[in-house]
């Protein structure tokens, strides 16, 4: 399967910031600029949720915990997706998914940790 690779994840006290980042690999970059890219985020003990998407004509939708903070964006040149976090609570903790759909297909990362401690 094609995977993606996410970076940028930390240790961060309550209103602090973090820019996570999704790097598309070889084999889908020549079509990552009509992909809808997504961010999810699971806790330990959580379902996995939504986060933040954008797609390729860069309509963003996020969920309402995040509205406000987050930013996502995209850089088609670069292949890569961004996800600008700023104000974190603790509630933000988990682990960070980069996600997207080719040919019906599922493309995930490994997930980068994110840790909001006060």
């Known amino acids: 399967q094609v995977q993606l690779v996410e970076s940028g994840g930390g240790l961060v006290q309550p209103g602090g910031s973090l820019r996570l980042s999704c790097r598309a690999p070889?084999?889908?970059?020549?079509?990552?600029?009509?992909?809808?890219m997504t961010w999810y985020r699971q806790a330990p003990g959580k379902e996995r949720e939504l986060v933040a998407q954008?797609?390729?004509?860069?309509?963003?939708q996020f969920a309402d915990s995040a509205k406000g903070r987050f930013t996502i964006s995209r850089d088609n040149s670069r292949k890569t997706v961004t996800l600008q976090m700023k104000s974190l609570v603790p509630a933000d903790t988990g682990t960070y998914y980069c996600?997207?759909?080719?040919?019906?297909?599922?493309?995930w990362g490994e997930g980068t940790q994110v840790t909001v401690f006060s």
């Open positions: 954008i797609t390729s004509d860069r309509t963003t």
């Open positions: 996600h997207t759909k080719q040919y019906g297909l599922d493309s």
């Open positions: 070889r084999s889908i970059t020549s079509v990552f600029s009509a992909l809808t």
